[in-house]
T-cell receptor, first 116, second 117 residues
Framework: AQKVTQAQTEISVVEKEDVTLDCVYE???????LFWYKQPPSGELVFLIR??????QNEISGRYSWNFQKSTSSFNFTITASQVVDSAVYFC?????????????FGKGTSLLVTP | GAVVSQHPSRVICKSGTSVKIECRSL??????MFWYRQFPKQSLMLMAT?????????EQGVEKDKFLINHASLTLSTLTVTSAHPEDSSFYIC?????????????FGPGTRLLVL
């Protein structure tokens, strides 16, 4: 079975703090892709990153960074120096296998609130 | 970049009516599109996989006779909620896979908020 777990339901931080959103996944596939999306109150999904299972290099994009650890099946997301505009729900997702046409299996999401 | 549109963005209807939601890939062809549903404060759940020219594949628990999917062209998939009831009120999001591109290449539409009174 394929599963994505985001254990943190809600996180509240004060602006400029660093925050890490956890994501743990389960899959039997050897080739798979992991994603992070941001969903602001408007509802539209904002793509943040896609990582394939063969690339374990960590990635940094501005204030965002991702730590992919196959050994622990985790793909954590860190926001450095958080800002109020970072307030949103963040989803980690795993692409399903070919039987489902490679749709995405989403975690339950982590609601991040950044206060001034 | 690749753009996926959805129409309408918001719809309010009376119980018992049918509502059609369109998902269009504006600048690429999409043999495969996906329909997701998101209830308030919950995650996105895959409803069905829509393949151009063939019947959609529905996830377990999703009524195919209630959620009719038509994917008649490479750029358009429609989801029709038949005889809508208040419990069908939700946020419906589609995504489209780029035909011929790696399987991880897919783009999401902006979503459609359905409120059934």
């Amino acid at each position: 079975a394929q599963k994505v777990t985001q254990a943190q339901t809600e996180i509240s931080v004060v602006e400029k703090e660093d925050v890490t959103l956890d994501c743990v996944y389960e899959t039997r596939d050897t080739t798979y892709y992991l994603f992070w999306y941001k969903q602001p109150p408007s509802g539209e999904l904002v793509f943040l990153i896609r990582r394939n299972s063969f690339d374990e290099q960590n990635e940094i994009s501005g204030r965002y960074s991702w730590n992919f650890q196959k050994s622990t099946s985790s793909f954590n997301f860190t926001i450095t120096a958080s800002q109020v505009v970072d307030s949103a729900v963040y989803f980690c997702a795993l692409n399903l296998n070919s039987n489902s046409g490679y749709a995405l299996n989403f975690g339950k999401g982590t609601s991040l609130l950044v206060t001034p | 970049g690749a753009v996926v549109s959805q129409h309408p963005s918001r719809v309010i209807c009376k119980s018992g009516t049918s509502v059609k939601i369109e998902c269009r890939s504006l600048d690429f062809q999409a043999t495969t599109m996906f329909w997701y549903r998101q209830f308030p404060k919950q995650s996105l759940m895959l409803m069905a996989t829509s393949n151009e020219g063939s019947k959609a594949t529905y996830e377990q628990g999703v009524e195919k006779d209630k959620f009719l999917i038509n994917h008649a062209s490479l750029t358009l998939s429609t989801l029709t909620v038949t005889s809508a009831h208040p419990e069908d009120s939700s946020f419906y999001i589609c995504s489209a896979r780029v035909t011929g591109a790696p399987q991880e290449t897919q783009y999401f539409g902006p979503g459609t908020r359905l409120l059934v009174l």
